[in-house]
T-cell receptor
Framework: ETGVTQSPTHLIKTRGQQVTLRCSSQ?????VSWYQQALGQGPQFIFQ???????GRGNFPPRFSGLQFPNYSSELNVNALELDDSALYLC????????????FGPGTRLTVL | GDSVTQMEGPVTLSEEAFLTINCTYT??????LFWYVQYPGEGLQLLLK?????DKGSNKGFEATYRKETTSFHLEKGSVQVSDSAVYFC????????????FGKGITLSVRP
């Protein structure tokens, strides 16, 4: 059984640029959630995708957007990057949207200069 | 809204010492409660969980009991090891449609030989 994978591992961008982060869910999981973890903080919920549609969103601006594909993998896109977007971005998959048990990937470390 | 409060850190203990990490929560309804652990440079790993009042979650010598009357889910271990050094996050999942996780700020545990 393959766990949750994310790519890239690290990424450096400059302010104003756009970035795409990718996540492959664990086998058998159809739901993907994204979290932002700033340095020294707990993860914050960005949004969740189920059946290729957004299924709930946290307190993040519209420049944070996502996609889910038929194979349940997902992308997180961030436009007009700001310095405060520097964080570890975590993807978590679960067997369904109402399932509280989520399995996390290793994360993508984004640095915005 | 939902929130999780963890005791301030960091915590430094000697090997074989007793560990308690406090966690309290605020939520409507009947949340599920979790402890996640994050080792340096890695993503989050589920340590243990409890889904209803008076449930005790346990794993790898760690335990936590879901106390609805005190809205708490304190993490304990009788004898810590150097390998337990990590960041520990308390989290809850509400009974909403997407079961998003709400995390505390985390606490860093360092265990010295």
């Amino acid at each position: 059984e393959t766990g949750v994978t994310q790519s890239p591992t690290h990424l450096i961008k400059t302010r104003g640029q756009q970035v795409t982060l990718r996540c492959s869910s664990q086998s058998g999981h159809n739901t993907v959630s994204w979290y932002q973890q700033a340095l020294g903080q707990g993860p914050q919920f960005i949004f969740q995708y189920y059946r290729e549609e957004e299924n709930g969103r946290g307190n993040f601006p519209p420049r944070f957007s996502g996609l889910q594909f038929p194979n349940y993998s997902s992308e997180l896109n961030v436009n007009a990057l700001e310095l405060d977007d520097s964080a570890l971005y975590l993807c978590a998959s679960s067997p369904g949207p109402g399932t509280s048990l989520q399995f996390f990937g290793p994360g993508t470390r984004l640095t915005v200069l | 809204g939902d929130s999780v409060t963890q005791m301030e850190g960091p915590v430094t203990l000697s090997e074989e010492a007793f560990l308690t990490i406090n966690c309290t929560y605020t939520a409507t309804g009947y949340p599920s409660l979790f402890w996640y652990v994050q080792y340096p440079g890695e993503g989050l790993q589920l340590l243990l969980k409890a889904t209803k009042a008076d449930d005790k979650g346990s794993n790898k010598g760690f335990e936590a009991t879901y106390r609805k009357e005190t809205t708490s889910f304190h993490l304990e271990k009788g004898s810590v090891q150097v390998s337990d050094s990590a960041v520990y996050f308390c989290a809850l999942s509400g009974d909403g449609a997407n079961s998003k996780l709400t995390f505390g700020k985390g606490i860093t545990l360092s265990v010295r030989p």
